[in-house]
T-cell receptor
């Protein structure tokens, strides 16, 4: 079945890079996503990567995909206090008949001064 | 702001009561999703609509849950005979399908349900 796993917590110093990791099980996933959730808010799409790519960069965000190991990571450069949030990895199945996106449990990123 | 809106933001109810939540998606989006999120977990898929058709329901959606999207615009999620285990954040999301299978979901802020 489909499963997405992430570590629960990450603490980094302000100005350092944050790397959030995720593993997934569905080898037919076509798109993989990173969503951000701030307290009391819904999820906000940060970035996504198509499964035939291995890297995508978008300003301070870098997504790396290792399809062989089914491993996805999100790197946030120059982490700021505003980056404090829960980050969810998600996958979209490869079949079109059911488009539900499967989410991990989220990684809570906290920033130390 | 023309994002996804959900109403109410918070709902406190007694066990056994019925509750109904509303979601207004982004107006040009044809797909609408309901997810449930409990503390410390990611959103779990409940059901989704394409236009007014309900295309898939999760086995998490017991007989006490029903969702509608009568005119392919707003949607309602009703929970009958609420139980304490129904306490969660209910999230609505919408997306627009095209030639790509890339489902970029836009989420509302959710309805936080507390069943006493």
């Amino acid at each position: 079945g489909e499963d997405v796993e992430q570590s629960l917590f990450l603490s980094v110093r302000e100005g350092d890079s944050s790397v959030i990791n995720c593993t997934y099980t569905d080898s037919s996933s076509t798109y993989l996503y990173w969503y951000k959730q701030e307290p009391g808010a819904g999820l906000q799409l940060l970035t996504y990567i198509f499964s035939n790519m291995d890297m995508k960069q978008d300003q301070r965000l870098t997504v790396l995909l290792n399809k062989k190991d089914k491993h996805l990571s999100l790197r946030i450069a120059d982490t700021q206090t505003g980056d404090s949030a829960i980050y969810f990895c998600a996958e979209s199945p490869g079949y079109s008949s059911a488009s539900k996106i499967i989410f991990g449990s989220g990684t809570r990123l906290s920033i130390r001064p | 702001d023309t994002g996804v809106s959900q109403d109410p933001r918070h709902k406190i109810t007694k066990r056994g009561q019925n509750v109904t939540f509303r979601c207004d998606p982004i107006s040009e989006h044809n797909r609408l999703y309901w997810y449930r999120q409990t503390l410390g977990q990611g959103p779990e898929f409940l059901t989704y609509f394409q236009n007014e058709a309900q295309l898939e329901k999760s086995r998490l959606l017991s007989d006490r849950f029903s969702a509608e999207r009568p005119k392919g615009s707003f949607s309602t999620l009703e929970i009958q005979r609420t139980e304490q285990g129904d306490s969660a954040m209910y999230l609505c999301a919408s997306s627009s399908t095209g030639a790509s299978t890339n489902e970029k979901l836009f989420f509302g802020s959710g309805t936080q349900l507390s069943v006493l």
